[in-house]
């Protein structure tokens, strides 16, 4: 199901969306010791057999959308089903992953610095990444972009980007609850 505020633009590939995803992400050097403490050896690795395996994410149909209002659209979206956040923002929750709206309103979040930055330096452009779920909108990349701009909404800032959405429904039932997995060597 395709939520209100987001306006279609147009079919992606599987390709397409890891191609956003990799340009977005790949490059950003604290990945590197993350994915080489769980024994791989490069960035696409570490998301291919992990997040991308775990979502079964290539197995999907996408499209891109264009997010009409992101203060009122994005704090409805719900944080991915990740095991470090479960245990570090979400309080235990992860069925269903609480909203960006409540998230944003934790003490974790509000008095992150890296979230603040993000606020002061919000991308001009950007595409989160997303699985339309029985629960709603569950980001599965973007989360720190998603927790700025619920944020910001929640202090009645608004922020200058275009926003869009790689969505694809998940026809698998529930979300796994994903990460701290370490490769079999």
Same mark, same amino acid.
């Given at each position: 199901?395709?939520p209100n505020g987001l306006?279609?633009?147009?079919?992606?590939? @599987?390709?397409?969306?890891?191609?956003? @995803?990799?340009?977005?992400?790949?490059?950003?050097?604290?990945?590197?010791?993350?994915?080489?403490?769980?024994?791989?050896?490069?960035?696409?690795? @570490?998301?291919?057999?992990?997040?991308?395996?775990?979502?079964?994410?290539?197995?999907?149909?996408?499209?891109?959308?264009?997010?009409?209002?992101?203060?009122?659209?994005?704090?409805?979206?719900? /944080? /991915?089903?990740?095991?470090? @956040?479960?245990?570090?923002?979400?309080?235990?929750?992860?069925?269903?992953?609480?909203?960006?709206?409540?998230?944003?309103?934790?003490?974790?979040?509000?008095?992150?610095?890296?979230?603040?930055?993000?606020?002061?330096?919000?991308?001009?452009?950007?595409?989160?990444?997303?699985?339309?779920?029985?629960?709603?909108?569950?980001?599965?990349?973007?989360?720190?972009?998603?927790?700025?701009?619920a944020l910001a909404a929640?202090?009645?800032?608004?922020?200058?980007?275009?926003?869009?959405?790689?969505?694809?429904?998940?026809?698998?039932?529930?979300?796994?609850?994903? /990460?701290?997995?370490?490769?079999?060597?």
């Open positions: 199901m395709i306006e279609f633009i147009r079919r992606l590939s @599987w390709p397409d969306v890891f191609g956003i @995803w990799e340009s977005a992400e790949a490059h950003l050097p604290h990945w590197k010791p993350l994915y080489k403490e769980r024994g791989f050896s490069t960035w696409k690795e @570490w998301r291919t057999e992990t997040l991308i395996a775990g979502f079964r994410l290539s197995e999907l149909f996408w499209g891109l959308y264009r997010i009409s209002d992101p203060a009122s659209v994005i704090p409805n979206f719900r /944080g /991915g089903p990740f095991r470090s @956040w479960i245990a570090k923002v979400y309080a235990g929750r992860h069925s269903p992953t609480p909203t960006f709206a409540e998230i944003a309103a934790t003490e974790h979040i509000r008095g992150s610095e890296a979230v603040r930055r993000i606020i002061e330096n919000y991308p001009s452009s950007t595409t989160l990444i997303g699985l339309s779920t029985a629960d709603g909108v569950v980001i599965v990349e973007g989360t720190h972009r998603s927790c700025a701009a929640s202090e009645g800032r608004r922020l200058a980007a275009d926003i869009s959405l790689a969505l694809a429904e998940y026809p698998f039932g529930s979300l796994p609850v994903l /990460g701290k997995e370490r490769k079999q060597q």
